[in-house]
């Protein structure tokens, strides 16, 4: 089934029709990921989409069958009827439902650039709509607010998460094995639990690697329980929809300067838990963790938060008001919203010392905000 609504589907063809745009041509690919093919039709990958003016979907799935068990959309067409090539099929179909030899299509941010020499190809008089941001923008604003069932498919993932939280505990407190022995418990527990995958490989690092915001490798072969500052960064994906959560684990005794890198995360998530209510503006929640990381010497080299949904970065963003006239031009103010979810992340890191970093995922539903995974320090001895 699609996630998007009747009424956001009137939204979008409004802004088509605002701005002139015959169809949106979407492509999901391997090499070109893009959710917003998911988000129109429910087809889970490898498929090329076209949205008319008037609100029809029209699917070229490279599985046919697996188009039949999730897609929700108005005509489907087999690629192998175009000599195999599913730009093909939605270029003819582009031109049936535009009944034009000039139409302007819409494609979003990242696109192939071999489906543009297609359509130049088969409509060298079409005219690709000039700027691809405007559409990006569109789709992350619709995404931006979450459905019920949407919201259900995250709590579910979420649920699946926070079993998984009792499993890493159990883990640091018995005080044996790798980063990658981790990664794979959590691999293996989250599919029992009913993930259908990982929402994104774990990142998970001991004291020697916690410094890093995304450690690389992803999971070493070291051991894990080292003296000081760890942390995992993981995810559940559940039909389709992502959690995100980081535990924050220490091992035995800490210096001065670990516990107070420890202590102002926790104090700078708690400011920004408290602070999140409807109508806020995320850069103020932002900067109410900022303050106090700020305040106790330290720079937080990333943004508090993302949105959660078919994509484990999503709409809206949780971080600072720029303060540089160029990017203030771009930017817009956004508020809390009724259906919107995100995540709340602080992190402190420092090379030598180690780092650490909370992150839960919030909901806002039906006025209520709801931190609903449940992610906190772990102390082991």
């Not at 941001?133 to 949407?150: C, G, H, M, N």
């Not at 998984?164 to 418990?185: C, N, R, V």
């Not at 963790?289 to 709409?315: C, F, K, Q, R």
């Not at 180690?354 to 992610?375: A, F, P």
Request: net charge negative; hydrophobic share 40%; glycine share 8%.
């Amino acid at each position: 089934m699609r996630a998007i609504t009747q009424e956001k589907i009137d939204n979008l063809t409004e802004f088509m029709e605002k701005n002139s745009i015959d169809v949106i041509l979407i492509a999901d690919w391997e090499n070109a990921r893009d959710v917003n093919m998911r988000f129109l039709s429910g087809h889970p990958m490898d498929a090329t989409l076209v949205l008319t003016a008037g609100g029809e979907v029209c699917l070229v799935p490279w599985d046919k069958q697996l188009a039949e068990d999730h897609a929700q959309v108005d005509v489907t067409l087999d690629f192998t009827q175009y000599a195999n090539r599913q730009a093909g099929g939605a270029i003819e179909y582009i031109k049936d439902a535009t009944k034009k030899d000039n139409p302007i299509i819409g494609v979003n941010n990242n696109i192939p650039y071999r489906f543009i020499l297609n359509i130049k190809e088969r409509l060298p008089n079409a005219t690709i709509f000039s700027n691809p941001k405007e559409i990006a923008d569109k789709f992350s604003t619709l995404r931006a607010t979450k459905s019920p069932q949407e919201l259900d498919k995250l709590t579910e993932a979420a649920k699946i998460g926070n079993k998984t939280i009792a499993d890493i505990k159990k883990f640091a407190e018995e005080k044996q094995g790798t980063e990658s022995d981790l990664s794979f418990i959590v691999m293996k527990k989250m599919r029992e639990y009913g993930a259908e995958d990982n929402a994104f490989p774990s990142l998970i690092a001991n004291t020697n690697r916690s410094h890093m915001i995304h450690c690389h490798p992803s999971a070493g072969n070291n051991r894990y329980a080292e003296q000081g500052l760890a942390l995992i960064d993981f995810g559940a994906l559940f039909e389709g929809y992502c959690c995100d959560i980081t535990v924050p684990i220490t091992f035995g005794k800490l210096t001065p300067e670990q516990e107070k890198i420890r202590d102002t995360t926790l104090k700078a998530y708690e400011a920004a838990i408290e602070s999140i209510d409807l109508g806020v503006p995320f850069w103020k929640i932002s900067k109410a963790a900022n303050d106090v990381i700020e305040t106790a010497g330290y720079v937080m080299p990333h943004g508090l938060g993302h949105g959660l949904g078919l994509a484990v970065h999503d709409s809206p963003g949780v971080r600072q008001k720029p303060t540089d006239s160029i990017a203030l031009k771009g930017w817009t103010e956004r508020v809390v919203e009724d259906g919107m979810v995100f995540t709340i992340e602080p992190g402190v890191y420092i090379k030598g010392l180690g780092g650490q970093r909370l992150e839960n995922d919030v909901m806002i539903r039906n006025g209520k905000v709801v931190v609903y995974t449940k992610s906190e320090l772990v102390e082991v001895e």
